[in-house]
């Protein structure tokens, strides 16, 4: 393990942490951790969830307060009162969690709370121009007066990170900037970030693609539990070395699951069509059909608005076909309600834990069973001692780290809020369960234990279903892998395809 | 005033009836007390170009601007049921002489409770100055009784339901309280059910001031001793007669701007008499 | 990776905890704070007589406050339930009154429980409506019921010309007595609309802790979408809880007239947010999601209390005006400052 | 990769339209059918006199409105604004009496300005207690100021002592005449109250939409977390608006008893409800973020319009109250069926 003392690397330290420690009560976020940002290079961060990275990086802006330890900024130690005096002194940072006004356009999004005066109160035009500038420079074509709430998620995220860009700072603290953006706008966002450090712009970058922070990295800090566990220039560093110091064994993401015979067609959509539910001319899922048989894993890649998102929601009930047929085990059910179609077996694992998935205000417990409390409901009455059973039980199926199941369901990391929806939906004993983007915003080692999960559902004969952005993750265990491209399916492969062969059928010009 | 009451809901009706009669259209409109809605009801019969309004103000002050505006606007404007602290504005004030009723209630309740013990009162809106006209009225005679001790007094704003709730905690805070006296005959009847419920009935003897049928049929059940009868089915009449008048002949045959009308009282004796509501035939 | 997680904060445990319960209801706190205070101030306030009448006043807007409470769990309010309370009480005392049919020139006098039920479902109907408008028709809560309020109270207001019904104790003859039972009966020495509310109060929390539907109200409440995708109904539910909180509002009506032994258009105005006041004073969030009955009932019981005390010490009426408001913001704001140390939501 | 975002749509443009005005504002075609309707059934109805009449009777609740927006822009509520009218009214109506001033024995008449710049001043503290109350002892906004409600009340009655000031006009001789002009003057034919409106409207409309407070209320009402991390001052900007708001309920204050030439305390009650009819039949959304003046301001107009139409043909007060029900219902409803279709949020 390396010490802080830069012995490798000649480029100064502009902003760095010394022996910084965050507790909330009696979590101990983070534990005297050192950490240096070193000007006009990219210092990538490693963890698992949960481990500090986002409370580290927010001591850093300025956003919350450490509760020891010191902050040294061009040598000398400065104490940040608030985010904003963080970014007077040249710091943004991207959150990871968004965090704009949906009722306000792209371009006040941009500039609230620094507003570019004119002797009219606000210069609106120079924002906009300002604004259409930096779209441009993201290689977006978002018109800076559309609010946010008509975006899609990834559109969203490219405004959260021109946000950041605009404030011209010397240090850029992005928090995963990327999870809900696709291989192509990764590219960009790259050659962004190149163009920055050349200008002596330094970055510190997070993410749970790891593959993907390696094209850029510099410096590779890794953090567990709230300590720093390694350190390592760019030269020293390679997959395996993250993944080693992360969570301590090697993991992969596995293999289709194999020795046992797929059974009948599970689930079949027959040439479905559904409208673009904003309102727009095009349909988003356009004549699809597909056929998934009960113990086979599918894949499903495609580039962010593909339309995989309205496929599976249209399949769980939320949204509604104009024409086609879903059939579930050769029964018909478009016109059934969610609850019918749950009940019947077919489960989704919604896109946004936080906006679809959790219920805030309830433990832990009273999440994972809230989609089958028919199953302990005895009489009029819920049954008490079933309940908890059936917690006990989900628990220790996707293997969730809670303090118990009383625990709120804010206090556990990402990565096991995320466990706690699948375990939600698996407690219905579904025969097809629908996955989107079941490993987005989660440590590689959660990602293993959810693809492992899901093998062995697989191999109970369980019909899986699992959409992604990233490669990788189609070529793990899915058994066929479904391409599709606005709205409709471009490619269909077997287990054995490579890399290229996906990327090309998806529409992406440019490989990555 | 609010319709909500037997007692407005008379005043409106006998105006309409007797406007109908001598070959007008009336419009009645309730302001509720408040007399922003009044100003507004006054702003629309000036925008329908009314003849005469007819007005039981909200409020003795505060419905000074609303006349105004209406005189301003040249129409004449007859006061009922309450006065209004100026004078030389409206045609006329019509109102039932609360002093004399108060006294006259007082005087009758003071028969019913005898001369000596504890009672308690039930006041009006206070926004409402008869409510403490009638309070003093009942003052002025029932401290000629020195033994009569009030024990309380509470604001139950001429409502049953407030009358109901304030005379059981009245009741808690008093238990030995033998007579009860209120502003009006809603919060009379709110008391009675306190009473009833709380089995105190014949030890507290209740009076009432209106002279509404539902306080007729309690006086007929015992259960209220009295409710001074406010002649308000008169004045209404007469108010209209008087802007007919006005309206015909510039003068409106009334000796005075400010007309009493003197209160009646109603016992379980002359209660049978109570022919219409508000009307005791003589 | 097990070690990343905190340990479980010490408080946390399932099994009912009196400790806890004390602690975390600052209703509680208040609910006593009044009680000694006023006792202190008034010989007659520490009483049993003194505390049964004070809860057969609290009756009215506990009954308000339960349906309240659902619907603030499912993250709505409903202003209308005043004047469902004033409607309903006219109902019934309609029908108390006698039903003229025209064609057979008969007056119908509908037994009691007859009443009962008609006012009840009439009721529910209006609260129906309000549920059907925000689940259906997607108004906000907050303008569908106000609409509702304005249209209960007119049409109160026209069904008796604005008169309140009088006469609601029934004659032996017609078979309709004992419409004042409800009101002014007692058993063992508790006034019967204690008893009903207390077993409103026992069903409405055996139906939010112990059933499927109040599970659902809970999570609906806290986040609608994730509900919906884990099956529950949500449209039911709102339609359900808006149902239910106009059913027991007319309830309320029916002891409230009762008690008065008269019904008028005009009761219950502003009682809608006397009974929101319950509800956020016993620990409801109005986002949704959080609250339970004994806190809400707390709450109802403080403000009874309060108010009740005020007048038995003679407090002048304008100050008793002065007092309710303090209350309410200080109670709500012990919670805040509660919740705001040991909490980690903004 | 520019093939998968989706292209703007078309009706996007900052640049003021009136034909997207008329679309959008279902409060607009409320106002031109109730306009409509109105002169059709009643010759009175349709003149200029009339239309200033009413114009000068919207103010009132214009006033209340416009301070409401603010409130519920971001994503508050304030019940407290029909009390501080009251309050305002009436310490405004106790300065014209004059002061006493015990020391020296003498009564001091404060001249009409310092008695309109002392109301604003007390209605901007209110309002600001409020605002304390809610950004920083984080009281809901709904408990917050409904206990400020009943204070203000309270404090009103008790300064009256439940009774009316009258003889506002004041006197040559005491120097404080001109209290009138503010309620019954015109300038070229329009009432000074309508003028009033106009004023604080505009002003409104140009902080909303072209100063930076503007958009930091947008933003933390939107997403109070975000502004906050953008650098937005979210308190200051909640105390602000709580302030604003009762600013303009003491000018609502000071223009009613000015138009009564008297000030009691029980003016304003439920206006509340009225105000926030208005602001949300005016488009505005209650979880905070969206809503504009003009809107509002339509909605203050349909509810007026309404309201006096009603009364100039001669409707029951009791249908009144029923149509005023239906009316909002239907304005909010007619929106939501509009947005249902495009809009793809839930
Ligand atoms: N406000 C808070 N109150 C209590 N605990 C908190 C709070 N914020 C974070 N934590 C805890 O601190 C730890 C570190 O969280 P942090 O968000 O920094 O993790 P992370 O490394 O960013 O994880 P992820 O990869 O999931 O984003 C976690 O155990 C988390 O539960
Ligand atoms: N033919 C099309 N032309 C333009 N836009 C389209 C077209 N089809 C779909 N879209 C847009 O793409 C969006 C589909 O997004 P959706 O979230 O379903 O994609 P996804 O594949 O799940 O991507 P991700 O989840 O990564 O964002 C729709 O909201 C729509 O606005
Ligand atoms: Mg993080
Ligand atoms: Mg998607």
């Given at each position: 393990?390396?010490?802080?003392?830069?012995?490798?690397?000649?480029?100064?330290?502009?902003l760095a942490a010394r022996n910084v420690a965050k507790s909330y009560g009696a979590v101990h976020a983070?534990?005297?951790?050192?950490?240096?940002?070193?000007?006009?290079?990219?210092?990538?961060?490693?963890?698992?969830?949960?481990?500090?990275?986002?409370?580290?990086?927010?001591?850093?802006?300025?956003?919350?307060?450490?509760?020891?330890?010191?902050?040294?900024?061009?040598?000398?130690?400065?104490?940040?009162?608030?985010?904003?005096?963080?970014?007077?002194?040249?710091?943004?940072?991207?959150?990871?969690?968004?965090?704009?006004?949906?009722?306000?356009?792209?371009?006040?999004?941009?500039?609230?709370?620094?507003?570019?005066?004119?002797?009219?109160?606000?210069?609106?035009?120079?924002?906009?121009?300002?604004?259409?500038?930096?779209?441009?420079?993201?290689?977006?074509?978002?018109?800076?007066?559309?609010?946010?709430?008509?975006?899609?998620?990834?559109?969203?995220?490219?405004?959260?990170?021109?946000?950041?860009?605009?404030?011209?700072?010397?240090?850029l603290i992005m928090d995963e900037p990327t999870s809900a953006l696709s291989a192509t706008e990764v590219?960009?966002?790259?050659?962004?970030?190149?163009?920055?450090?050349?200008?002596?712009?330094?970055?510190?970058?997070?993410?749970?693609?790891?593959?993907?922070?390696?094209?850029?990295?510099?410096?590779?800090?890794?953090?567990?539990?709230?300590?720093?566990?390694?350190?390592?220039?760019?030269?020293?560093?390679?997959?395996?070395?993250?993944?080693?110091?992360?969570?301590?064994?090697?993991?992969?993401?596995?293999?289709?699951?194999?020795?046992?015979?797929?059974?009948?067609?599970?689930?079949?959509?027959?040439?479905?069509?559904?409208?673009?539910?904003?309102?727009?001319?095009?349909?988003?899922?356009?004549?699809?059909?597909?056929?998934?048989?009960?113990?086979?894993?599918?894949?499903?890649?495609?580039?962010?608005?593909?339309?995989?998102?309205?496929?599976?929601?249209?399949?769980?009930?939320?949204?509604?076909?104009?024409?086609?047929?879903?059939?579930?085990?050769?029964?018909?059910?478009?016109?059934?309600?969610?609850?019918?179609?749950?009940?019947?077996?077919?489960?989704?694992?919604?896109?946004?834990?936080?906006?679809?998935?959790?219920?805030?205000?309830?433990?832990?417990?009273?999440?994972?069973?809230?989609?089958?409390?028919?199953?302990?409901?005895?009489?009029?009455?819920?049954?008490?001692?079933?309940?908890?059973?059936?917690?006990?039980?989900?628990?220790?199926?996707?293997?969730?780290?809670?303090?118990?199941?009383?625990?709120?369901?804010?206090?556990?990391?990402?990565?096991?809020?995320?466990?706690?929806?699948?375990?939600?939906?698996?407690?219905?004993?579904?025969?097809?369960?629908?996955?989107?983007?079941?490993?987005?915003?989660?440590?590689?080692?959660?990602?293993?234990?959810?693809?492992?999960?899901?093998?062995?559902?697989?191999?109970?004969?369980?019909?899986?279903?699992?959409?992604?952005?990233?490669?990788?993750?189609?070529?793990?265990?899915?058994?066929?892998?479904?391409?599709?491209?606005?709205?409709?399916?471009?490619?269909?492969?077997?287990?054995?395809?490579?890399?290229?062969?996906?990327?090309?059928?998806?529409?992406?010009?440019?490989?990555? | 005033?609010?319709?909500?009451?037997?007692?407005?809901?008379?005043?409106?009706?006998?105006?309409?009836?007797?406007?109908?009669?001598?070959?007008?259209?009336?419009?009645?409109?309730?302001?509720?007390?408040?007399?922003?809605?009044?100003?507004?009801?006054?702003?629309?019969?000036?925008?329908?170009?009314?003849?005469?309004?007819?007005?039981?103000?909200?409020?003795?002050?505060?419905?000074?601007?609303?006349?105004?505006?209406?005189?301003?606007?040249?129409?004449?404007?007859?006061?009922?049921?309450?006065?209004?602290?100026?004078?030389?504005?409206?045609?006329?004030?019509?109102?039932?002489?609360?002093?004399?009723?108060?006294?006259?209630?007082?005087?009758?309740?003071?028969?019913?409770?005898?001369?000596?013990?504890?009672?308690?009162?039930?006041?009006?809106?206070?926004?409402?100055?008869?409510?403490?006209?009638?309070?003093?009225?009942?003052?002025?005679?029932?401290?000629?009784?020195?033994?009569?001790?009030?024990?309380?007094?509470?604001?139950?704003?001429?409502?049953?339901?407030?009358?109901?709730?304030?005379?059981?905690?009245?009741?808690?805070?008093?238990?030995?309280?033998?007579?009860?006296?209120?502003?009006?005959?809603?919060?009379?009847?709110?008391?009675?059910?306190?009473?009833?419920?709380?089995?105190?009935?014949?030890?507290?003897?209740?009076?009432?001031?209106?002279?509404?049928?539902?306080?007729?049929?309690?006086?007929?059940?015992?259960?209220?001793?009295?409710?001074?009868?406010?002649?308000?089915?008169?004045?209404?009449?007469?108010?209209?007669?008087?802007?007919?008048?006005?309206?015909?002949?510039?003068?409106?045959?009334?000796?005075?701007?400010?007309?009493?009308?003197?209160?009646?009282?109603?016992?379980?004796?002359?209660?049978?008499?109570?022919?219409?509501?508000?009307?005791?035939?003589? | 990776?097990?070690?990343?997680?905190?340990?479980?904060?010490?408080?946390?445990?399932?099994?009912?905890?009196?400790?806890?319960?004390?602690?975390?209801?600052?209703?509680?706190?208040?609910?006593?704070?009044?009680?000694?205070?006023?006792?202190?101030?008034?010989?007659?306030?520490?009483?049993?007589?003194?505390?049964?009448?004070?809860?057969?006043?609290?009756?009215?807007?506990?009954?308000?406050?339960?349906?309240?409470?659902?619907?603030?769990?499912?993250?709505?309010?409903?202003?209308?339930?005043?004047?469902?309370?004033?409607?309903?009480?006219?109902?019934?005392?309609?029908?108390?009154?006698?039903?003229?049919?025209?064609?057979?020139?008969?007056?119908?006098?509908?037994?009691?429980?007859?009443?009962?039920?008609?006012?009840?479902?009439?009721?529910?109907?209006?609260?129906?409506?309000?549920?059907?408008?925000?689940?259906?028709?997607?108004?906000?809560?907050?303008?569908?019921?106000?609409?509702?309020?304005?249209?209960?109270?007119?049409?109160?207001?026209?069904?008796?010309?604005?008169?309140?019904?009088?006469?609601?104790?029934?004659?032996?003859?017609?078979?309709?007595?004992?419409?004042?039972?409800?009101?002014?009966?007692?058993?063992?020495?508790?006034?019967?609309?204690?008893?009903?509310?207390?077993?409103?109060?026992?069903?409405?929390?055996?139906?939010?802790?112990?059933?499927?539907?109040?599970?659902?109200?809970?999570?609906?409440?806290?986040?609608?979408?994730?509900?919906?995708?884990?099956?529950?109904?949500?449209?039911?539910?709102?339609?359900?809880?808006?149902?239910?909180?106009?059913?027991?509002?007319?309830?309320?009506?029916?002891?409230?007239?009762?008690?008065?032994?008269?019904?008028?258009?005009?009761?219950?105005?502003?009682?809608?947010?006397?009974?929101?006041?319950?509800?956020?004073?016993?620990?409801?969030?109005?986002?949704?999601?959080?609250?339970?009955?004994?806190?809400?009932?707390?709450?109802?019981?403080?403000?009874?209390?309060?108010?009740?005390?005020?007048?038995?010490?003679?407090?002048?009426?304008?100050?008793?005006?002065?007092?309710?408001?303090?209350?309410?913001?200080?109670?709500?704001?012990?919670?805040?400052?509660?919740?705001?140390?040991?909490?980690?939501?903004?």
């Open positions: 393990m390396s010490t802080e003392t830069a012995k490798f690397d000649t480029a100064e330290v502009v983070l534990k005297g951790v050192n950490f240096d940002i070193h000007r006009g290079q990219v210092t990538t961060l490693f963890g698992e969830n949960g481990a500090g990275k986002s409370t580290l990086m927010k001591i850093l802006s300025g956003v919350i307060q450490p509760s020891s330890g010191e902050i040294i900024l061009d040598g000398q130690p400065v104490h940040f009162q608030n985010s904003t005096h963080a970014r007077d002194l040249g710091i943004s940072i991207i959150h990871q969690e968004l965090s704009l006004a949906p009722n306000l356009s792209v371009r006040d999004n941009i500039f609230m709370g620094r507003e570019i005066k004119g002797p009219l109160g606000v210069d609106f035009a120079e924002e906009e121009r300002q604004a259409r500038k930096l779209m441009q420079d993201l290689e977006q074509d978002i018109d800076p007066l559309t609010p946010v709430e008509d975006l899609r998620l990834g559109q969203q995220q490219i405004v959260e990170i021109a946000r950041a860009l605009s404030v011209d700072s010397r240090i590219e960009v966002l790259f050659k962004v970030i190149n163009d920055l450090t050349t200008k002596g712009v330094s970055i510190v970058y997070i993410s749970h693609h790891l593959e993907e922070a390696l094209l850029i990295t510099d410096h590779a800090v890794v953090l567990r539990d709230g300590a720093m566990t390694a350190w390592a220039p760019r030269a020293d560093i390679d997959l395996n070395w993250i993944v080693r110091n992360m969570v301590g064994e090697n993991y992969n993401l596995g293999a289709p699951p194999d020795g046992y015979e797929f059974g009948q067609t599970a689930l079949a959509v027959k040439n479905m069509v559904v409208p673009d539910p904003g309102g727009n001319a095009y349909n988003v899922v356009d004549n699809l059909s597909l056929e998934v048989k009960a113990g086979e894993v599918v894949c499903i890649y495609g580039l962010m608005g593909a339309g995989r998102s309205e496929l599976m929601e249209t399949l769980a009930g939320r949204l509604h076909a104009a024409s086609g047929r879903i059939e579930l085990k050769g029964e018909e059910i478009s016109h059934l309600s969610i609850a019918q179609r749950i009940a019947r077996g077919l489960a989704l694992v919604p896109e946004d834990r936080q906006r679809d998935g959790l219920v805030q205000t309830m433990s832990v417990g009273q999440n994972l069973s809230l989609a089958s409390i028919t199953a302990f409901t005895r009489g009029l009455f819920t049954s008490r001692r079933a309940e908890k059973a059936l917690i006990a039980d989900s628990i220790k199926r996707v293997t969730v780290k809670t303090s118990g199941p009383d625990a709120a369901i804010g206090s556990l990391s990402g990565g096991n809020q995320q466990k706690v929806v699948i375990g939600k939906m698996m407690a219905t004993n579904p025969q097809v369960i629908l996955l989107d983007e079941p490993s987005r915003g989660i440590d590689i080692g959660a990602k293993a234990e959810v693809f492992r999960l899901l093998a062995e559902g697989a191999k109970r004969g369980l019909a899986v279903v699992y959409t992604t952005s990233e490669v990788s993750e189609c070529l793990s265990i899915a058994h066929r892998i479904i391409v599709m491209h606005k709205g409709r399916i471009t490619a269909e492969f077997g287990a054995d395809a490579t890399k290229e062969m996906i990327m090309a059928a998806s529409g992406e010009q440019h490989a990555a | 005033n609010d319709p909500a009451n037997p007692y407005w809901f008379t005043e409106g009706e006998v105006a309409k009836a007797t406007a109908e009669e001598l070959g007008y259209t009336a419009n009645v409109s309730s302001h509720k007390g408040d007399t922003n809605t009044e100003s507004t009801l006054v702003d629309t019969a000036i925008t329908n170009k009314s003849v005469a309004i007819i007005l039981d103000p909200a409020n003795a002050d505060g419905s000074i601007g609303a006349v105004q505006k209406a005189v301003d606007a040249g129409i004449p404007v007859f006061l009922v049921n309450a006065e209004i602290n100026q004078e030389g504005l409206a045609k006329g004030q019509l109102v039932s002489n609360n002093a004399q009723g108060a006294a006259l209630g007082a005087q009758q309740w003071v028969e019913a409770v005898g001369d000596a013990g504890k009672f308690v009162e039930l006041f009006g809106n206070p926004a409402d100055n008869n409510a403490a006209t009638r309070s003093n009225g009942y003052e002025t005679v029932i401290t000629q009784y020195p033994d009569l001790v009030k024990a309380g007094q509470e604001v139950a704003n001429w409502d049953r339901t407030q009358g109901y709730q304030k005379t059981q905690s009245l009741l808690q805070a008093n238990p030995d309280v033998i007579g009860l006296i209120a502003g009006n005959d809603e919060m009379a009847l709110g008391a009675i059910a306190a009473l009833k419920e709380a089995g105190k009935l014949a030890q507290v003897k209740v009076g009432g001031f209106d002279g509404s049928p539902d306080a007729v049929e309690a006086i007929k059940a015992g259960e209220l001793q009295y409710t001074v009868l406010q002649p308000v089915a008169i004045f209404s009449r007469e108010a209209v007669v008087q802007a007919d008048k006005f309206i015909k002949t510039g003068e409106t045959g009334a000796a005075s701007e400010k007309q009493l009308f003197d209160c009646l009282l109603i016992t379980a004796d002359n209660v049978d008499k109570y022919t219409a509501p508000f009307v005791l035939s003589e | 990776m097990s070690d990343t997680t905190k340990p479980a904060p010490a408080t946390r445990s399932e099994g009912f905890s009196l400790l806890k319960l004390l602690l975390e209801g600052r209703a509680f706190f208040a609910l006593i704070v009044i009680v000694a205070v006023f006792s202190y101030l008034s010989p007659n306030y520490f009483t049993t007589s003194n505390f049964l009448i004070m809860a057969s006043q609290v009756a009215i807007f506990g009954l308000l406050a339960i349906g309240m409470l659902l619907v603030i769990l499912n993250g709505g309010i409903d202003l209308s339930v005043g004047s469902i309370l004033a409607l309903s009480g006219v109902i019934g005392g309609a029908l108390m009154q006698g039903v003229e049919i025209d064609a057979l020139g008969v007056i119908l006098y509908p037994p009691v429980w007859a009443v009962v039920v008609i006012t009840l479902v009439v009721g529910a109907l209006v609260g129906a409506v309000n549920g059907v408008l925000v689940a259906y028709l997607k108004v906000p809560a907050f303008v569908a019921t106000l609409g509702v309020m304005y249209v209960a109270r007119g049409v109160a207001l026209l069904m008796t010309n604005g008169l309140t019904y009088n006469r609601l104790a029934g004659s032996p003859d017609l078979g309709n007595t004992g419409f004042k039972w409800l009101g002014s009966e007692r058993i063992a020495g508790v006034p019967i609309s204690v008893l009903v509310l207390a077993f409103c109060a026992i069903v409405a929390w055996l139906v939010l802790s112990r059933t499927a539907f109040g599970r659902w109200l809970y999570a609906s409440g806290g986040n609608e979408r994730a509900a919906e995708l884990s099956g529950v109904p949500v449209k039911f539910v709102k339609v359900t809880v808006y149902t239910l909180s106009g059913m027991l509002s007319a309830v309320a009506g029916l002891v409230l007239s009762s008690q008065l032994t008269s019904a008028g258009p005009t009761a219950g105005t502003t009682y809608e947010l006397t009974a929101i006041a319950a509800v956020v004073i016993g620990g409801a969030a109005l986002t949704g999601g959080r609250g339970t009955v004994l806190g809400t009932m707390l709450g109802a019981f403080v403000i009874g209390f309060l108010s009740a005390g005020l007048v038995i010490t003679g407090v002048s009426s304008y100050w008793q005006t002065v007092f309710t408001g303090g209350v309410i913001v200080l109670a709500v704001l012990m919670n805040s400052i509660q919740t705001g140390k040991g909490g980690r939501k903004a």
